[in-house]
């Protein structure tokens, strides 16, 4: 941690545990310079409560105006959309420089609300979920729904196969989310996604999805 006193910028890509990354932003807060930038890759915590979380006063707005999430895709080496998400706090200057950034890097820049799942995720795991649901009624079995999707929508890889690479644990925490977060049944996380879980069949990072 010592070491991010010196830095402009600091990306948090810690598992998606609101928790943990409440706590890493109280000490970002107080460890990075006055003027780094305090971005989160988050899939769908919202940003405003993490900037919160910077400080325990809620009109001293010094660190949480300097939190913004920059979301990159799954394999960030490959894809280039970052989706930017501000939160109420988050300064016009933080965007400008997160934008700026993200294009240095050659990544194309979309803005999202601070809303369960922003743009990326509330489209996809919804997708993602869906297929699991296909699975585990036996409407599908699993090659046939990766292959229709591959073949039908001229997609790299099916929603089964995209969900070993995102990782089950991180599918089931967004689903959570986005179902507690709205209410909306539409959003109920399968059963067998939990199961896997529980199961520590995790996707690629485990070797079992
Ligand atoms: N997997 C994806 O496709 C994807 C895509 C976009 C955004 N994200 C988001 O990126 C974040 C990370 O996801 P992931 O899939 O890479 O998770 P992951 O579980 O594969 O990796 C998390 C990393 O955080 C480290 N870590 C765990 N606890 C820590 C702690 N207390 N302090 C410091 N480091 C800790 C782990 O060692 C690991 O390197 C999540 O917020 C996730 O929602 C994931």
Not at 5 to 15: G, L
Not at 61 to 74: E, G, Q
Request: glycine share 8%.
């Amino acid at each position: 941690m010592d070491s991010l006193s010196e830095v402009d910028f600091v990306i948090e890509a810690v598992p998606e545990i609101p928790s943990l990354k409440f706590s890493i932003f109280e000490s970002l807060a107080q460890i990075c310079p006055p003027h780094a930038i305090l971005a989160t890759n988050t899939s769908s915590i919202s940003i405003t409560r993490i900037a919160a979380s910077t400080t325990k006063d809620p009109t001293d707005i010094s660190a949480s105006s300097r939190v913004i999430s920059t979301h990159f895709m799954n394999p960030v080496p490959i894809q280039k959309g970052v989706e930017i998400i501000t939160g109420l706090q988050t300064s016009q200057e933080t965007v400008d420089t997160a934008i700026e950034f993200c294009k240095a890097m050659g990544k194309i820049p979309s803005k999202s609300a601070d809303s369960p799942g922003f743009l990326a995720n509330r489209i996809l795991m919804p997708y993602i979920n869906e297929a699991i649901i296909c699975l585990e009624t036996g409407v599908g079995g699993r090659d046939d729904i990766d292959a229709i999707m591959k073949n039908g929508t001229n997609v790299p890889m099916g929603p089964l196969q995209l969900a070993d690479f995102i990782g089950i644990d991180t599918c089931l925490a967004i689903m959570k989310v986005l179902y507690e977060e709205t209410g909306d049944s539409k959003y109920r996380p399968s059963v067998l996604l939990g199961k896997m879980v529980d199961a520590g069949w995790l996707g690629k990072k485990s070797g079992k999805g």
